[in-house]
T-cell receptor
Framework: GENVEQHPSTLSVQEGDSAVIKCTYS??????FPWYKQELGKRPQLIID?????GEKKDQRIAVTLNKTAKHFSLHITETQPEDSAVYFC?????????????FGKGTLLTVNP | KAGVTQTPRYLIKTRGQQVTLSCSPI?????VSWYQQTPGQGLQFLFE???????NKGNFPGRFSGRQFSNSRSEMNVSTLELGDSALYLC??????????????FGPGTRLTVL
C-alpha cells in the first residue's frame, strides 16, 4: 500500500516569510495529492490539490509542486500570516482497487510568529 | 449544501463498553471514510465505504467495524473499548468525480474519551 512521509514535523517562521513543507510517497501509480489545513479544535480543510499530470498549481499565496520522478510534492506558503498557523497534512491517493483511498502524512505544525 | 455531520460530538465511555458513531455525508456523496486522530499519530485510516460496501480497510483490530446505509449515512462501532481508543474520530465524504481525484470533505469529528 501507499506510504507518505512528511517533513518537517514542526516549522516556525516569522510573519512575512515563506514556509515549505515536503512529502514523499511510495506508490508510483498515485495520481492525486491534496493538502489539508487543520486549525486547533477544527476539522481538516482542503486547501489545495494537484493531479499527477500537473507539475505545479497556485492559489494566491499557496502553491503545490509535484515531482513524479522523485515521488515527492511540496506545499509552499508565501508571505505567511499568523492565521496560517495550523497543522498541515499532505496526502496521496493510491492506485485503484483496494488502494483507492487517501493516505495521509503525519502532519506539520506551522507556527507563524507576528 | 450542508456539510458532513457527525454525531455525537463528544462521548465518554468506560473500558469494556461499546460505542457507535454516526456520519452523514454531503448530499450526493457515496464514499465515506473514517479516520482516527490522536496526538502524534496524525490521521490513521480506519475504513472506507462506497455504495454500502467496505472498499478499503486500515490496520485496526476487528473491534473496529462499520457499515453504510442506502442513503450513504455511515456508522462505525468500536466494541470492548480500551483506553487507547480515546481519540478524535473523523469521517470524510467524497464525490467520486474526475478520474484520479478524490476530494474528501471532513466532518467535525466525534471526541471519544475512554475512562
Amino acid at each position: 500500500g501507499e506510504n507518505v512521509e512528511q517533513h518537517p514535523s514542526t516549522l516556525s517562521v516569522q510573519e512575512g516569510d515563506s514556509a515549505v513543507i515536503k512529502c514523499t510517497y511510495s506508490d508510483s501509480a498515485s495520481n492525486y495529492f491534496p493538502w489539508y489545513k487543520q486549525e486547533l479544535g477544527k476539522r481538516p480543510q482542503l486547501i489545495i490539490d494537484i493531479r499527477s499530470n500537473v507539475g505545479e498549481k497556485k492559489d494566491q499565496r499557496i502553491a503545490v509542486t509535484l515531482n513524479k520522478t522523485a515521488k515527492h510534492f511540496s506545499l509552499h506558503i508565501t508571505e505567511t500570516q499568523p492565521e496560517d498557523s495550523a497543522v498541515y497534512f499532505c496526502a496521496a491517493k493510491g492506485s485503484g482497487g483496494s488502494n483507492y483511498k487517501l493516505t495521509f502524512g503525519k502532519g506539520t505544525l506551522l507556527t507563524v510568529n507576528p | 449544501k450542508a456539510g458532513v455531520t457527525q454525531t455525537p460530538r463528544y462521548l465518554i465511555k468506560t473500558r469494556g463498553q461499546q460505542v457507535t458513531l454516526s456520519c452523514s455525508p454531503i448530499s450526493g456523496h457515496r464514499s465515506v471514510s473514517w479516520y482516527q486522530q490522536t496526538p502524534g499519530q496524525g490521521l490513521q485510516f480506519l475504513f472506507e465505504y462506497f455504495s454500502e460496501t467496505q472498499r478499503n480497510k486500515g490496520n485496526f483490530p476487528g473491534r473496529f467495524s462499520g457499515r453504510q446505509f442506502s442513503n450513504s449515512r455511515s456508522e462505525m462501532n468500536v466494541s470492548t473499548l480500551e483506553l487507547g481508543d480515546s481519540a478524535l474520530y473523523l469521517c470524510a465524504s467524497s464525490l467520486e468525480g474526475l478520474a484520479g481525484v478524490k476530494k474528501q470533505y471532513f466532518g467535525p469529528g466525534t471526541r471519544l474519551t475512554v475512562l
